[in-house]
């Protein structure tokens, strides 16, 4: 098992930037792909950006350029910088981490950008 715990949403105006942290614990070691997603009111999750544990990345096309996903292996954390935020980034987001076939997910965290 793997538990996974986000932390950095909030408010903020649009143009503005936010760091959004996971925390993992459990059976990290088993842990490969890590990654962010988000979920807007009345939408399906999306992916918006995923990390190997070698360090490659993934972005959606909608956030490149804007977004950058990176993790500490030693600190067991992924974290999303997130720069020239618009509205449409309102969402909530999840951590998520891969082991196997296993598919793990954080609670969520909201970030909210105002216009």
């Known amino acids: 098992q793997v538990q996974l715990v986000e932390s950095g949403g909030g408010l903020v105006q649009a143009g503005g930037s936010l760091r959004l942290s996971c925390a993992a614990s459990g059976s990290i070691f088993s842990i490969n792909g890590m990654g962010w997603y988000r979920q807007a009111p009345g939408k399906q999750r999306e992916l918006v950006a995923v990390i190997s544990s070698g360090g490659s990345t993934y972005y959606a096309d909608s956030v490149k350029g804007r977004f950058t996903v990176s993790r500490d292996n030693a600190k067991n954390m992924v974290y999303l910088q997130m720069n020239s935020l618009k509205p449409e980034d309102t969402a909530v987001y999840f951590c998520?981490?891969?082991?196997?076939?296993?598919?793990?997910w954080g609670k969520g965290t909201l970030v909210t950008v105002s216009s």
């Open positions: 998520n981490a891969k082991s196997g076939s296993m598919n793990y």
